[in-house]
């Protein structure tokens, strides 16, 4: 399935839900939306959520790779990974590793309620992004 990209306006974040079976190439493309939809936009901060991804695919030679990418999110605005299960968990942390200099912003959370208490959010407002292709 596709990830789903929504924008809480209240609270000025982005939020990239992932489902199903994730691979390099679904993970390389949500990036290149993501990017699209921060360039067209001002600054805000971002939650990637891996909690509903059942199989996941992506080798460390991608995370290297997207690892290596410009940041989509500025300086100064916090991005936060939501990652349950250990295996992700571990891959999350090797790329906050990898990007400490890039992304000093970066955090690693298992939970949501986690990324919430880190971005000051008590009632996220989030609503469907249609515009990006």
Do not use: W
Not at 14 to 29: H, S
Not at 33 to 38: Q, T
Not at 73 to 87: H, I
């Amino acid at each position: 399935m596709a990830p789903v990209m929504e924008f809480d306006t209240k609270n000025n974040i982005l939020r990239g839900t992932l489902d199903g079976r994730m691979t390099g190439a679904i993970l390389l493309d949500f990036y290149a939306r993501a990017a699209k939809y921060m360039a067209s936009r001002p600054p805000c901060h971002g939650i990637l959520c891996f909690s509903k991804v059942t199989d996941f695919e992506v080798s460390t030679a991608e995370i290297h790779q997207v690892a290596s990418f410009p940041p989509e999110f500025p300086a100064g605005y916090m991005r936060v990974l939501v990652t349950p299960r250990d295996f992700i968990y571990g891959l999350a942390r090797m790329f906050q590793i990898l990007t400490q200099q890039t992304r000093p912003e970066l955090q690693v959370v298992r939970t949501m309620e986690e990324a919430y208490r880190l971005l000051e959010v008590s009632s996220p407002e989030f609503h469907p992004v249609d515009d990006i292709e």
